[in-house]
């Protein structure tokens, strides 16, 4: 059973960064899209950041483009997504998901649904 685990999340002011980890286990880890999504108070999960399986293709959504970066160290089973010149509206829990597709498919997922896998998140606080 696939399990992910996220870790760096905390407080930090506008302007500043982080650098969220997800430690992956109980699967092939070059064989599974990884995707970091968040989900504010009251808002929808949406799609942050996510990485093919050899790490060839990212993506990013249009809020945080330019400022945050996807990179995944498969000898480590770890995926990472470095935060920088974070804003208040970054504030958020922030998920790591991982999904298994089809053997002729080397891209990205975007959608929630499109997630088999899920961490428990790690909170992320940007103050002004």
């Known amino acids: 059973q696939v399990h992910l685990v996220e870790s760096g999340g905390g407080l930090v002011q506008a302007g500043g960064s982080l650098r969220l980890s997800c430690a992956f286990s109980?699967?092939?880890?070059?064989?599974?899209?990884v995707g970091w999504l968040r989900q504010a108070p009251g808002k929808e999960r949406e799609f942050v950041a996510a990485?093919?399986?050899?790490?060839?293709?990212?993506d990013y959504g249009s809020s945080v483009k330019g400022r945050f970066t996807i990179t995944r160290d498969n000898a480590k089973n770890t995926v990472y997504l470095q935060m920088n010149s974070q804003k208040p509206e970054d504030t958020a829990l922030y998920y790591c998901a991982a999904s298994f597709p089809p053997r002729r498919y080397s891209g990205i997922y975007y959608r929630v649904e499109e997630y088999d896998y899920w961490g428990q998140g790690t909170q992320v606080t940007v103050s002004s």
């Open positions: 109980g699967g092939t880890f070059n064989m599974y899209t």
């Open positions: 990485i093919s399986r050899g790490g060839e293709i990212t």
